[in-house]
C-alpha cells in the first residue's frame, strides 16, 4: 500500500478529465427519469397515496444520483468548465436543499481532513476514540449514545441537515460568496413554495417530493456514514495521519447492486474518489478497474454496511472501531 500512496498521481491522472459528453447524458439520464418519477407520482396521487409511496423509492434514489452530479460540479469535476460546472451544480443543489457553494467549501476540508483524529468535525459522522468518551459525564455519555443510535442518525440525521444547511457555516468561516449561495439557495426555494401555494398545489407537490427527498436523506446519510464508518477503518493523530494511506484506507469500496450503484453515481468507489475527487463519478469505476492496487482495498458488501451501524468509538489501542458492547466486555475483563 505504501508503494501505491508514492504513486498515486501517476495512476489516477488520466482518469481525471472531465468528458463533457459523459457528462450530459448523465445529467439526461438523471433528470429526465426524475421529472418522469414525479410525474407518476402526481398521476398516482388520483389512485391510491400507498402507490406515491411506493413511486418515491426509485425517485429517492434519482434524487441520490442528482446529488451526486452536484457532487461532482462542486470537485469541478463533472463538467471541464468551471462555469457549467457552477450552473449544474447550483440546481441540482436546489433540487436536493443544498447550499452548491458553501457544501463545495465544507466538503473540500472533508476531504483533506478525512481519518485525523486531530481535525475531525468537517462533513463527518462525529466519532470519538475510548478515551474521550470514558472523560465524558454520564450525561454526555448518554448524548454520544443517542447521537450514534442508527434510528437518529437515518431519521433525524436528513432532518438536521436540511435544517443546518439553511443557514451559514458558524464562527465566521464562510466568505461573502458562500454566504449569498446561501439565501440564493433559500430564496429559490422560498419562491418555489410560494409559487406552488399560489397555484394551489402546495400540500400536493409536498405529499410528492418530501417522502423522495426523505428517502435520498436516509440513505445518504447511511452512505456517508459506511464510506468512512467500517471496523478497520483508518484514523490517525495529525503527526502519523497521511492522505493517500487515509484515502485507500479509511474510505471503503462498497460493492453494490449494479442497479443501486447506478442510483448512487458510483460513490460506492469511495476509495478512488478520495484518492483523486477530480476524477468524475463516470470514470471511477474505470479507474477502480484499470490498476490492481486500488482493488486490495477495505470492501464491504450491503449487509456488511448495514452492520457497520453498529460501530460507535474509534479504539486508538487497536487501531479499529468498536461498538458499546465490545467496549463493555473489555471493561469487565480489565
Not at 11 to 23: E, G, H
Not at 183 to 209: C, F, K, S
Not at 269 to 298: A, K, M
Amino acid at each position: 500500500m505504501s508503494d501505491v500512496a508514492g504513486k498515486w498521481r501517476d495512476l489516477v491522472a488520466k482518469y481525471q478529465v472531465p468528458n463533457n459528453r459523459a457528462a450530459i447524458i448523465q445529467v439526461c439520464t438523471t433528470i429526465i427519469p426524475l421529472v418522469v418519477g414525479l410525474g407518476l407520482m402526481v398521476w398516482a396521487m388520483k389512485i391510491h397515496y400507498g402507490l406515491v409511496l411506493l413511486l418515491a423509492i426509485p425517485t429517492g434514489g434519482l434524487l441520490i444520483r442528482t446529488f451526486i452530479v452536484m457532487h461532482d460540479c462542486g470537485h469541478g469535476s463533472f463538467f471541464s468548465s468551471r462555469r457549467w460546472n457552477d450552473i449544474v451544480g447550483f440546481i441540482t443543489g436546489v433540487l436536493t436543499f443544498t447550499p452548491y457553494v458553501q457544501w463545495r467549501r465544507d466538503h473540500a476540508i472533508h476531504h483533506a481532513t478525512s481519518g485525523n483524529l486531530d481535525k475531525r468535525g468537517w462533513g463527518d459522522v462525529t466519532t470519538l476514540t475510548v478515551e474521550e468518551y470514558l472523560k465524558l459525564s454520564k450525561l454526555g455519555r448518554f448524548k454520544y449514545r443517542i447521537y450514534r443510535n442508527a434510528f437518529f442518525l437515518l431519521v433525524f440525521g436528513p432532518i438536521f441537515l436540511v435544517i443546518k444547511h439553511r443557514f451559514p457555516t458558524p464562527g465566521g468561516l464562510t466568505t461573502a460568496k458562500e454566504r449569498w449561495n446561501v439565501h440564493a439557495t433559500n430564496l429559490v426555494l422560498v419562491a418555489v413554495v410560494v409559487l406552488l401555494a399560489v397555484v394551489g398545489v402546495l400540500d400536493e407537490a409536498a405529499a410528492i417530493y418530501l417522502p423522495a427527498f426523505f428517502l435520498a436523506g436516509m440513505a445518504g446519510v447511511w452512505l456517508f456514514y459506511v464510506q468512512h464508518q467500517f471496523e478497520d477503518a483508518y484514523w490517525r493523530p495529525g503527526r502519523h495521519w497521511d492522505y493517500a494511506t487515509s484515502a485507500l484506507q479509511g474510505s471503503t469500496h462498497l460493492k453494490l447492486p449494479k442497479v443501486l450503484q447506478w442510483f448512487t453515481g458510483n460513490i460506492g468507489l469511495h476509495h478512488v474518489h478520495h484518492l483523486s475527487p477530480r476524477i468524475p463519478n463516470y470514470r471511477l469505476q474505470q479507474c477502480h478497474d484499470s490498476h490492481p492496487e486500488f482493488q486490495s482495498v477495505p470492501t464491504i458488501t450491503f449487509w456488511q454496511g448495514i452492520k457497520a451501524l453498529g460501530l460507535k468509538l474509534y479504539d486508538e489501542e487497536r487501531h479499529r472501531l468498536i461498538g458499546f458492547r465490545e467496549l463493555r466486555r473489555a471493561r469487565r475483563k480489565s
